[in-house]
Nanobody, 115 residues
Framework: QVQLAESGGGLVQPGGSLRLSCVAP????????MGWYRQAVGKQRELVAF???????NYAEAVKGRFTISRDYTKNTVVLQMVSLKPEDTAVYYC?????????WGQGTPVTVSS
């Protein structure tokens, strides 16, 4: 069983910033693609950002230029840096690891953007 541990969510005002972290087992972090997804109330879960084991990234159009996904190799952590947050970014954010066709998910961390 692969365990992913997310943290960093919270309440922030529009225009603010948050940094989400996802800690993964070393063997998973180093060798497989990982991503951040989000699910707002009443909506389907959607991809936010994705990073391959080689560091290639991909972003949803809605977050391009505002969110940055990266790997911290010293901490086996995938980081999602979010700036210029908007109310429509409000959702539960989930970390995912794609391992040989299987998807492993974290428990989610809520992000609320509101004044």
């Amino acid at each position: 069983q692969v365990q992913l541990a997310e943290s960093g969510g919270g309440l922030v005002q529009p225009g603010g910033s948050l940094r989400l972290s996802c800690v993964a087992p070393g063997s998973i972090f180093s060798n497989y693609p990982m991503g951040w997804y989000r699910q707002a109330v009443g909506k389907q879960r959607e991809l936010v950002a994705f990073i391959t084991s080689g560091g290639i990234t991909n972003y949803a159009e809605a977050v391009k230029g505002r969110f940055t996904i990266s790997r911290d190799y010293t901490k086996n952590t995938v980081v999602l840096q979010m700036v210029s947050l908007k109310p429509e970014d409000t959702a539960v954010y989930y970390c995912k690891a794609e391992v040989l066709g299987y998807s492993y998910w974290g428990q989610g961390t809520p992000v609320t953007v509101s004044s």
